[in-house]
């Protein structure tokens, strides 16, 4: 390089005359990534990882490649990131230079990371020895060694894993948003403020306070406040992992947000990130804290981010960058699958706000709903966060499963939050267990008929196709207006207008008949005086269970029928879960609510589903994390290593299926609004870089249909992408076929197993 040549890391944006200078974003990035790894005690790994990122850039031909296509779109074309790597790796960051190689690409794994390493060295050697010669220019402060900055505690396999992932998350949020800084003209990376958690948890108070008070006393109402003062109390306990162990219906939604503010508040966490299992709870549970803690004209406080397109897949190609959002707000509602498959994903899109749960209050609701094969890395992953990276960890539901019993949180302790649990429950047990398993086992119809003699019931089932069977049935026998019908076919703006009519019938005691697939016990709130529950696992019997006498209005009690229907269906994976809870449950045992019952059924499940035998697929991601093979955890381990190709049946998934997000425009409940979100698909569909402001607007009317249907000849037909040209996994596309007002999505009930 010639003396006194600027260096650049990026052109200038498209109007704008202002190259990015390369010293400037390596230093901007260095400093933006130790601010965000500066709370788990990985700042100076993360500042050196930012600082050589982009070293490879000074190289001469970059810098005239850079020149060439400036202002054009097409890439450079000449490796950067091999020198920064071999350089971090040569001077004692060893394993973390991974960060480096994969800050565009993703993390790779471990052992293959030296090997694909040396041959770009070779590959690129004129331009890595050119960049060399910038070096002392560049970065005149780096070390002789950086192995002093790497904590003696992340020497250990697991913990240098998952340190290496939030340091990774801390230099590709840094990296992306140094860049976006320049492009779009700012003064530099836009970060919040940390927030004032004192502030929030008093507006918290006060607003609950101000609910509470227009509802009244009654016994439930006193036994709620029983479990949000004990949550406060248990908040001043030092950071670990907590447990809220309350029945359904005790208020755990308030209590546990109660206790993370006051948390946070007590030992300066920097955000609080509520998981829930479904969509449906998602946007039931924002919709209560954005309630108690946005204000009028202020930025909001509460982020709400969940999956109902699949924005980080590697298919939704350049806009998904400019999609992701790395969640940089006070209070996260998101899901299960978002939270726990960025944290185990490898590419920087899904990772930029892994880095955001170090220091960070994590509740994770209805806890039970953990996918069974996933535990091993779940467990061990937030054993981990609150061990090593200062996360506090809630656990929360009314059927608390017996993480303990399994290897990787054994040993870990635990708070409850809860005094006397056994005594809450028995004080707040407002049903009666009626129990149908036995022959002749009633049918479909028949349960549907015992149903209709109640002035209103609730009917659950597991699938959609005997949601249809029990509504079909009363479609024929009862007058308009009495039956109601609730599944994942119905986009969530349908059914949260069935579900605000039921409501209301039920509040003015009309005769009201409701049938829903389990997606109703995922935190809905309804109040009938029965409800039928065709047999499930033991944590959905209960769950169902809190929707009779909710309220603890009736003096004899709600009743809960449990029936095994003689032609009724269940996804496969419950079959092992229906066989423990056979044995635990029923009459002449025990009920679903007995609390040593439960922790007997929970260890059988985790006995009968091997969960911790050395092939399990949950023992095997473990092995490979250890093994800091990133790719294999992401993706699956290598089938055919010449045609890199990997089973993705051994990767680290929350669902088996995530099916195809389908936009029902017919679901709307206008013309009007119909007509309104075709216009905003057909929007999305011709723009080059969708907006997400218009994306969001999609939500309520977007629901996921199992991707077994695709393979129904012309199903597929039925369905237009609206990103990209094809329909694949994660993808976003239009329903074009049959929506029942009644029951939404008209397909083959044999194709669509259930999904929420």
Not at 211 to 237: F, Q, S
Request: glycine share 8%; aromatic share 8%.
């Amino acid at each position: 390089m010639s003396a006194g040549r600027p260096l650049w890391a990026h052109s200038p944006a498209p109007g704008i005359p202002r190259w990015h200078g390369l010293a400037d974003h390596l230093r901007g990035t260095a400093e933006l990534a130790k601010r965000f790894a500066a709370p788990f005690g990985g700042g100076d790994v993360a500042y050196w990882l930012g600082a050589l990122h982009d070293v490879g850039k000074a190289a001469c031909g970059w810098q005239d490649k850079l020149a060439a296509v400036a202002n054009t779109g097409t890439a450079v074309g000449i490796d950067h990131k091999a020198l920064g790597t071999r350089i971090a790796g040569e001077r004692g960051l060893g394993g973390f230079a991974n960060g480096i190689y994969g800050h565009h690409g993703g993390l790779v794994d471990g052992p293959r990371l030296t090997g694909e390493l040396k041959k770009r060295l070779v590959r690129y050697s004129e331009h890595i020895a050119s960049a060399e010669t910038e070096l002392s220019g560049l970065l005149p402060d780096l070390p002789a060694s950086l192995a002093g900055f790497v904590p003696e505690a992340w020497r250990d396999p697991l913990v240098g894993e998952m340190a290496l992932r939030l340091c990774y998350s801390a230099l590709v949020d840094a990296d992306s948003l140094d860049t976006s800084a320049h492009f779009r003209q700012l003064s530099g990376p836009q970060v919040r403020d940390d927030a004032d958690f004192e502030r929030l948890h008093k507006l918290f108070e006060q607003r609950r306070g101000d609910e509470v008070a227009g509802r009244g006393n009654t016994p439930i109402g006193v036994l709620r406040e029983r479990v949000y003062a004990d949550c406060l109390g248990a908040a001043e306990n030092r950071p670990g992992v907590f447990r809220l162990g309350a029945p359904t219906g005790a208020g755990k939604t308030l209590a546990g947000a109660g206790f993370a503010l006051r948390h946070a508040a007590k030992y300066g966490k920097q955000r609080v990130i509520v998981a829930v299992p479904f969509l449906t709870i998602t946007e039931q549970n924002a919709a209560v804290y954005r309630r108690m803690l946005d204000e009028d004209g202020a930025e909001p406080v509460v982020l709400e981010h969940h999956s109902q397109a699949n924005f980080d897949d590697e298919a939704a190609r350049r806009w998904a960058r400019l999609a992701a959002e790395n969640w940089d707000a006070p209070f996260v509602v998101t899901t299960f699958v978002r939270l726990f498959e960025s944290l185990y994903a490898r590419k920087p899109a899904a990772m930029r706000r892994v880095h955001r749960l170090a220091n960070s209050v994590i509740v994770l609701d209805e806890v039970q709903a953990l996918p069974h094969p996933m535990l091993a890395p779940i467990l061990d992953g937030l054993r981990l966060l609150v061990q090593h990276f200062g996360a506090t960890v809630l656990l929360s539901s009314a059927t608390q499963p017996s993480f303990w019993a399994l290897d990787e949180f054994k040993g870990v302790p635990c708070t409850d939050l809860i005094h006397d649990t056994p005594k809450l429950v028995k004080d707040l047990r407002r049903v009666r267990f009626d129990w149908q398993l036995d022959e002749p086992r009633p049918t479909l119809s028949g349960i549907a008929e015992q149903a209709a003699a109640e002035p209103a019931a609730l009917v659950v089932v597991n699938t959609t196709a005997n949601a249809k069977t029990v509504f079909d049935h009363w479609r024929d026998t009862e007058p308009e207006g009495v039956a109601w019908h609730l599944s994942t076919r119905m986009c969530p703006d349908h059914r949260q207008r069935v579900l605000t009519r039921v409501r209301r019938m039920l509040k003015d005691g009309e005769r009201v008949l409701l049938v829903s697939t389990q997606l109703i016990e995922a935190g809905m709130d309804v109040d009938f005086p029965v409800v039928f529950r065709a047999m499930a696992p033991a944590d959905s019997l209960l769950q169902a269970a809190g929707r009779a006498n909710r309220e603890g209005r009736l003096p004899q009690g709600g009743r809960v029928v449990i029936f095994a229907p003689e032609d009724g269906s269940h996804p496969p994976t419950y079959k092992t879960l229906i066989g423990c809870a056979d044995q635990h449950f029923g009459q002449d045992k025990n009920d679903p609510d007995d609390l040593a019952a439960l922790e007997r059924y929970y260890r059988d499940v985790y006995d009968a589903l091997n969960l911790a035998d050395a092939q399990h697929v949950g023992q095997l991601i473990q092995k490979a994390r250890a093994r800091w093979e990133f790719e294999t955890v992401s993706d699956g381990p290598m089938v055919e290593a010449g045609k890199n190709r990997r089973d993705p049946k051994l990767a680290f998934r929350m669902i088996d299926d995530g099916g195809v997000a389908v936009v029902t425009p017919q679901g709307a409940e206008t013309p009007e609004k119909q007509l309104e979100v075709e216009r905003v698909v057909e929007e999305l569909r011709n723009s080059p870089v969708p907006d997400m402001a218009k994306l969001r607007l999609l939500q309520p009317y977007t629901t996921n249909v199992h991707q077994s249907a695709l393979r129904k000849p012309g199903v597929s037909a039925l369905m237009k992408p609206i990103l990209g040209t094809d329909v694949h996994r994660g993808a976003l596309a239009e329903w074009c076929g049959e929506y029942d007002q009644r029951t939404g999505i008209e397909l083959d009930p044999n194709l669509e197993c259930f999904v929420l």
